[in-house]
């Protein structure tokens, strides 16, 4: 039987390197994204999968997401909480985040994942399937777009953890934690370009690739869990 793989945010950047790379890798892949429908609904046409739309910072759209795909495809063995949401808000700047800012990232960036792995978990210990979550390097060290945005990745890298100690060995949870990736999010961010061009051994940004790339090793992987991977071309050595 066909394995499943649910991306969310995969109609752009990472998510969409990602159900491409899974459907190139045999699975039946479920692209999600919050507004692009019909960019959802072509990619899905063309690597044969399905395309669900739900807005991930609504509990209920969030919670009805994986009962949606365990709806067209009857199991689950793959769940990507990629989604997420970013802006830059330079950290000296306490007044740049209300609270509004700080409930929104922490919605779309931790809770979405964890009412995702909640919902999916029946299924996935059916599969002995896997949870990859894409988190940040910003939740690693003292970086990133804002402070709320790095403290929602790093929460989502000890959830990762709490989780891979919980649930094994019938499922396995992994974080990948990038540098910059060119990906329409970034794609005015010079200054971070500029520093992994000049700086980072790699001497350049990610491609989306390269990270969809490592989320595949890691659902293969029956052995990895628990693992935060740091995938920033080497920056945090200089
Ligand atoms: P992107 O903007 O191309 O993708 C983000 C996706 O999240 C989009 O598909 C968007 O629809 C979805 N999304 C946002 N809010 C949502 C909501 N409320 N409901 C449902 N979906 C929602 O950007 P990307 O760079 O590919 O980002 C993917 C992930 O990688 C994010 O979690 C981001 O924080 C993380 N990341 C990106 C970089 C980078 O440099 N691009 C670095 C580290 C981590």
């Known amino acids: 039987m066909q394995k499943v793989a649910l991306v969310t945010g995969s109609t752009s950047g990472i998510g969409a390197a990602t159900v491409r790379r899974f459907a190139a890798d045999g699975f039946q892949v479920v ?90 978990l029946p299924a996935l210990r059916d599969a002995q399937g896997a949870i990859v979550n894409v988190t940040s390097h910003a939740g690693v060290r003292p970086k990133g777009s804002s402070i709320a945005y790095a403290a929602s990745k790093a929460a989502l890298n000890h959830v990762t953890k709490l989780l891979a100690a919980a649930l094994g060995p019938g499922v396995r949870v992994n974080a990948v934690a990038p540098g910059l990736v060119d990906t329409p999010l970034t794609a005015d961010w010079t200054e971070a370009q500029e520093l992994w061009k000049t700086v980072s051994p790699m001497g350049r940004a990610a491609q989306p690739a390269d990270v969809a790339d490592l989320i595949a090793m890691i659902a293969a992987h029956q052995y990895l869990t628990g693992e935060v991977i740091l995938l920033d071309g080497g920056l945090n050595l200089r």
């Not at 909480?81 to 700047?93: F, L």
Request: net charge negative.
């Open 31 to 120: 692209v999600h994204s919050r507004s692009s429908r019909e960019a959802g609904l072509a990619l899905a046409s063309e690597l044969g999968g399905t395309y669900l739309q739900a807005d991930l910072s609504q509990e209920d759209q969030a919670a009805g997401l994986v009962p949606a795909v365990l709806d067209a495809h009857g199991r689950l063995d793959v769940l990507v909480n990629n989604a997420g949401i970013s802006w830059p808000v330079p950290h000296a700047d306490l007044d740049g985040l209300s609270a509004a800012d700080w409930r929104r990232l922490l919605e779309v960036n931790l809770i979405a994942p964890w009412l995702l792995c909640t919902a999916a």
